[in-house]
């Protein structure tokens, strides 16, 4: 299993009215973009959440949150959240809301130009 199915759709139902959402596989599971910038994810049965720099030591002070290290090395910035910190949909919209709140106060990334190749014209 690389990722929950169920919580991704609960995700989505939360996200689906943002402009400018895309999802992407990454991390080894799934994740949610808000204009270029990562918002949130679902590896395995851990939400992933970015949040902001200045809200990220008290958010990890919260039940179920904890340091996201894929590779030994933590992610500043990145909490993973249990299942029993999205247990419910207003914990859910929560974690969700704080992550879309960053990927907001981000200046959207400008969209990259496939390049067609030395010598190859378009």
Known sequence: MAYNEQLASRVRQILKRKRNLEEKRMFGGLTFMLNGHMCCGVD?????????HDRY??????P??????????PLKGFIFVSSDGYRSD????????????FA???????????????????
């Open 57 to 62: 030591e008290d958010l990890l002070k919260k």
């Open 90 to 101: 207003s914990a859910l919209k929560f974690w969700i809301d704080q992550a879309a709140q």
């Open 64 to 73: 179920h949150a904890r340091v996201m290290d894929l590779t030994g090395r």
């Open 104 to 122: 907001r106060s981000q200046p959207p990334k400008k969209a990259k130009s496939k390049s067609l190749g030395k010598g190859k014209k378009g």
């Open 44 to 52: 395995k049965n851990n939400l992933m959440v970015r949040v902001a």
